[in-house]
């Protein structure tokens, strides 16, 4: 497992278009989601230490903004020849589950994880009502250890959207597994 750090956010980069099938068979796409004022696209999977370390916390945090215009997407673009957890039918089950609060999209040819320049899980994209991204980083503070955040980094970004401001530039970058590539063949 290499340990990866997301790049520096391209603040004003616009959303990427996709469409996606989720875990649920419905399919997901850019051009028909509900308004918004804000919308988190969260790169995650299955077998990374890092998403599973934080993943109730991102469940509560579905969870917290369920009856506000916040939209959430996670999708899982690993390619499961070498991370059997992480194909179709084993994400619906990890879905259904820990009753994810949010659609699980699978990005089967690995074009939507290009097209976001999405470098490991988790990776976190947060887009203003504008479809632009104001936000790339971390979940929080503690990566491993719920008991220590200090700092909810997303929560608050997501919260200064829904308050009409503009997030912090000071981002810190998300960390965890590389995404996992198809090999070529």
């Known amino acids: 497992m290499a340990l990866t750090h997301t790049p520096q956010a391209e603040i004003g980069a616009p959303l990427p278009d996709f469409q996606l099938p989720s875990t649920e068979g419905e399919l997901i796409s850019t051009q028909n989601l509900p308004p918004f004022k804000a919308l ?42 070498d991370y059997p957890e992480d194909a179709p039918e084993e994400l619906k089950k990890r879905a259904r589950d820990k009753n994810y609060p949010f659609p699980y999209l699978i990005d089967e040819s690995q074009d939507v994880a290009k097209a976001f320049g999405a470098v490991c899980t988790p990776d976190f994209f947060l887009y203003n009502e504008k479809k632009q991204l104001v936000y790339r980083g971390r979940l929080d503070d503690s990566w491993n250890d719920p008991q220590k955040v200090s700092q909810q980094d997303l929560k608050e970004a ?15 970058p998300s960390m965890g597994c590389s995404i996992k590539w198809k090999k070529s063949s």
């Open 158 to 172: 997501i919260e200064a959207l829904l308050n009409g401001e503009t997030p912090s530039t000071e981002q810190h």
């Open 40 to 81: 988190l696209v969260m790169f995650i999977c299955n077998h990374c230490p890092y998403v599973k370390a934080i993943e109730d916390r991102l469940i509560q945090l579905g969870n917290s903004f369920k009856n506000q215009p916040v939209q959430f997407l996670a999708i899982c673009s690993n390619d499961p020849t």
